[in-house]
């Protein structure tokens, strides 16, 4: 128990400072439920520090993304109120180690979901649905890491930014996204890249952080993954994602 608080305090310094860090896998012998017992510690120190969990978000649900990484499994993270960026507004190069972003879509829940549903019931839980960008920042060297070493690392969760909320009937099936840098076409991809419908990976994170004795939660956030490969994020970018249906979402890269 102690060295997995020591190790949570290792991962979150390392998020809070920006600095980079070896992987814990070269030292410690890991499993999953002490790499999600490490997440789950880290977090608790950000809400020791006044931030107010208010979502979670899914990872490596698509092909593109498992690829890209090396690992072929589906992960989860909290989301924090601090990772919230206003649509529009600047990042910080600075206050990240090597941020990436990826094309998303956001799910807004009105009611719980709890255990094992079906993706009609977790559909059937959602309020609104949003286009949305996931600033990826993992803490390890080179962006680097074993599939115990990310869900440590809170599945590398960093910034997110939402675009305007839409009516959660609109067929989220099979819409287009295309995601650009300074106007420049980056990723084009489609939402059934997410595990076939980002409705399933939503069902999937009622089953996943049920294995942790969570539910979740009325008023939460869900991001449901990326739908391609991320790219890495400079200073002076201006990044925009288009989704068909469901609107734009976009922000810009400072430093400082
Ligand atoms: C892990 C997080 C993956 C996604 O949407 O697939 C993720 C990483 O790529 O660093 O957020
Ligand atoms: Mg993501």
């Given at each position: 128990m102690k060295l997995l608080a020591e190790l949570a305090r290792t991962v979150d310094e390392a998020a809070r400072t920006a600095t980079e860090i070896p992987q814990l896998a070269d030292s410690h012998d890991l499993g999953l439920d002490e790499a999600y017992a490490i997440q789950a510690l880290s977090i608790?120190?950000?809400?020791?520090?006044?931030?107010?969990?208010?979502?979670?978000?899914?990872?490596?649900?698509?092909?593109?993304?498992?690829?890209?990484?090396?690992?072929?499994?589906?992960i989860w993270g909290r989301l924090t109120d601090a990772m919230r960026v206003e649509d529009g507004e600047a990042?910080?190069?600075?206050r990240y180690v090597h941020p990436r972003v990826e094309p998303e879509i956001a799910f807004l829940l009105k009611r719980p979901l709890?255990?094992?549903?079906?993706?009609?019931?977790?559909?059937?839980?959602?309020?609104?649905?949003?286009?949305?960008?996931e600033i990826i920042d993992s803490r390890y060297k080179n962006f680097k890491f074993s599939l115990p070493d990310v869900i440590a690392d809170n599945s590398s969760s960093?910034?997110?930014?939402?675009?305007?909320?839409?009516r959660p009937d609109i067929d989220l099936s099979n819409l287009g996204m295309?995601?650009?840098?300074?106007?420049?076409?980056?990723?084009?991809?489609?939402s059934a890249a997410i595990l076939g419908h980002p409705g399933r990976s939503l069902a999937a994170a009622s089953r996943l952080v049920a294995a942790g004795g969570l539910r979740l939660e009325?008023?939460?956030?869900?991001?449901?993954?990326?739908?391609?490969?991320?790219?890495?994020?400079?200073?002076s970018l201006s990044v925009s994602l288009d989704v068909q249906h469901l609107g734009a979402t976009g922000f810009t890269v400072g430093r400082g």
């Open positions: 608790r120190r950000r809400q020791e520090r006044g931030e107010r969990v208010i979502g979670m978000k899914m990872g490596l649900t698509s092909r593109a993304k498992m690829n890209q990484m090396g690992v072929h499994d589906v990042i910080c190069f600075d709890e255990g094992l549903v079906t993706m009609a019931e977790a559909l059937n839980a959602v309020e609104a649905v949003a286009p949305a960008l960093s910034s997110f930014v939402l675009g305007a909320w839409n295309v995601m650009r840098f300074n106007g420049k076409v980056m990723q084009v991809g489609s009325a008023g939460w956030i869900v991001l449901a993954g990326g739908a391609t490969a991320a790219d890495a994020l400079s200073p």
